[in-house]
């Protein structure tokens, strides 16, 4: 069952005391015609293969640490760190430790 998306003035938890890092799980919080923010639970050793967004897209990592593959190379994200993609930027994911990830998507 999916959850209901935040709306406009809603509080949102994206840490939650419980989380089961165990598997992979990505929740929409909330959706509009501009703007998509996800929640992700990327378990260590987790990947997700190289894709691309069409929008602008920020990955914000609040717990773990995560790699990813961009422009040749490979970024590690830790515990309170942000990266910036542009539009169509070719990435790829991977969780060196249990990770909780938020990521926001600019539709393009």
Excluded: W
């Amino acid at each position: 069952m999916s959850m209901p998306h935040a709306a406009s003035g809603d509080v949102i938890t994206v840490q939650r005391g419980g989380d089961d890092f165990h598997r992979f799980s990505s929740i929409a919080l909330a959706k509009t015609d501009e703007l998509e923010l996800i929640r992700l639970i990327m378990p260590k050793g987790k990947s997700m293969p190289e894709h691309h967004l069409p929008g602008e897209v920020t990955l914000l990592c609040l717990q773990g640490e995560i790699a990813v593959d961009i422009h040749g190379n490979s970024k590690v994200l830790r515990s309170g760190e942000m990266l910036y993609l542009i539009g169509g930027q070719a990435h790829a994911l991977s969780a060196v430790q249990d990770s909780l990830v938020l990521l926001t998507i600019l539709q393009g």
